[in-house]
């Protein structure tokens, strides 16, 4: 039992009920006060109700009128003094004060204005020592605690006139409970097997049950936002009978991210710039298949297929160089060409990491996620394309889908795909896909009469939208709060996602 607590049983003792407790304990603030009642009051040692007050103090414009006379007071006084005032002179008299001093003047009937605008004590007040300064007087009322006998009207305007402050007051009356006594037993908050056993149970007294606690909130773990959002993604490919691809695989040889998708070895993207090349190890063994290398080459150097190449000495050590994949469509190429050795319709999907050597702003990192879909059948289109896009997208509640032609190495035709985005008022890009080449598909194998159409899109951008965020960083990387990943939404009620 703390001291104050003690006190309190003391003073409930000598006095048999404490009528305020802001009387007994001033000095004591009313949250202590209220927490020691309540741990009494669960002994059953008291009981108690609280009693709110609402009083009034006067402000320091209310005490100055108490010392000096209501502004409608003093400018009756000094009407009176020039018998006739110019209204614009009231100011150099009153400052301020003159205009409120005036405007309340008039509605009692104190003053009167002529044509040329001047002031004089109305008609209706014979002597202005008759003149009863009712503003002054009340306030004297409240200063003095007598508010009970002034009716709320009048309370208001004094308020608005900021002339009072309305203040507030907590205190509590105690009584005595059912066990009191100035000492306190401790009560048990377990009833155990060795209670039972030894029949103490039956004078112990126990805590009684708070069922107003809160509780403590159970400690659990949460999924990041792109966490959630991979699912949602994971669900739409299965619900369309796509297969997820293994993608764990970050490193590659150049050979698969880019030579088997038919990208020239001095292409841009192979660029220090825009790629990260492994120091250690450099590089790794190009696949077995020598017929396989032997199309590549072919395709780069002079052309395969119909197609007439890159026309330029293709370098096997260049392929070797091992790289952190720059676009899942990496691990694609692999699944196609294992595809190539029992060639049928597939879909296939992959959610994963890739790697961009790219300055860091609020929207770019150097590593982000790809969600990719292969999708490969015989004689189709382009048409398929954007019909199999409209349906994929729609899913996510994205619709009204334009598309506009662009150009990767590895597909043709190939697509951006824009939708309207409500809140920029713009079309916005979502994705890029396209037609896999036969430059591509044919040195593996598959028949040339098995198209593959592909897209991608980073997974971070509908996270960014669907969760609010600004800034990248503050979704990926060493800036994320944890905070922020624990209190997200595990289900939210978008309507469109990028509107
Ligand atoms: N690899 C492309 C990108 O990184 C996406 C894509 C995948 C495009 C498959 C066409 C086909 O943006």
Same mark, same amino acid.
């Given at each position: 039992m703390s001291d104050f607590q003690l006190e309190i049983l003391v003073k409930l003792n000598d006095l048999?009920?404490?009528?305020s407790t802001l009387k007994v304990f001033p000095q004591v603030d009313p949250q202590t006060v209220l927490s020691a009642l309540n741990s009494l009051k669960a002994h059953a040692k008291l009981d108690y109700s609280k009693q709110d007050r609402t009083y009034y103090t006067l402000t320091k414009e209310g005490d100055e009128i108490v010392s000096k006379g209501s502004h409608e007071m003093r400018l009756l006084q000094l009407v009176n003094k020039f018998s006739k005032l110019q209204i614009k002179d009231v100011a150099t008299h009153m400052g301020a004060d003159g205009k409120i001093g005036q405007a309340k003047a008039f509605k009692n009937g104190w003053i009167s204005k002529n044509k040329d605008n001047e002031l004089t004590v109305s *008609?209706? &007040?014979?002597?202005? *020592?008759? &003149?009863?300064?009712e503003t002054k007087n009340v306030l004297l009322q409240i200063q003095q605690g007598q508010f009970d006998s002034v009716d709320d009207k009048t309370l208001n305007d004094l308020k608005k006139r900021k002339l009072i402050a309305v203040k507030k007051e907590t205190s509590f009356k105690v009584t005595k409970g059912p066990d009191f006594s100035t000492e306190l037993t401790k009560l048990e908050t377990d009833l155990t097997a060795d209670m039972v056993a030894s029949s103490t149970y039956k004078d112990l007294k126990f805590k009684p049950y708070n069922f107003n606690s809160e509780g403590i909130l159970p400690e659990s773990g949460a999924l990041h936002p792109l966490s959630k959002v991979r699912e949602e993604f994971r669900q739409i490919f299965f619900s369309m009978g796509f297969k997820e691809m293994?993608?764990?695989?970050y490193v590659d040889t150049g050979f698969w991210n880019f030579d088997a998708l038919?990208?020239?070895?001095?292409?841009?993207?192979?660029d220090l710039q825009d790629t990260f090349y492994l120091k250690d190890p450099l590089q790794s063994d190009l696949p077995d298949d020598k017929e396989y290398l032997e199309n590549i080459k072919a395709v780069h150097e002079q052309g395969k297929y119909d197609s007439i190449g890159y026309r330029y000495n293709w370098k096997p050590e260049e392929s070797q160089k091992l790289v952190l994949?720059?676009?899942t469509t990496a691990i694609s190429a692999h699944m196609l060409k294992k595809l190539a050795e029992d060639p049928k319709p597939t879909r296939l999907f992959s959610i994963d990491r890739v790697f961009r050597n790219e300055a860091v702003d609020a929207t770019h990192l150097a590593e982000f996620h790809q969600v990719e879909g292969v999708l490969a059948d015989y004689n189709i289109t382009l048409g398929d394309l954007i019909q199999f896009m409209e349906g994929f997208f729609e899913k996510m509640g994205v619709t009204g889908l334009r598309f506009k032609p662009t150009y990767n190495?590895?597909?043709?035709p190939s697509m951006e795909i824009f939708s309207w985005h409500e809140g920029l008022g713009k079309w916005v890009e979502i994705g890029n896909s396209g037609m896999f080449r036969p430059e591509m598909l044919e040195p593996m194998g598959l028949p040339p009469n098995m198209r593959v159409l592909g897209w991608g899109l980073s997974l971070e951008r509908p996270t960014m939208i669907k969760y609010g965020v600004q800034n990248i960083r503050e979704l990926l990387g060493h800036k994320v709060s944890l905070d922020f990943i624990e209190t997200n939404p595990a289900a939210r009620l978008d309507e469109d996602l990028y509107e």
């Open positions: 048999g009920t404490i009528e *008609d209706k &007040v014979s002597s202005i *020592d008759d &003149v009863v300064d293994p993608s764990n695989q038919y990208v020239p070895q001095q292409h841009p993207a192979r994949r720059t676009h190495p590895y597909t043709e």
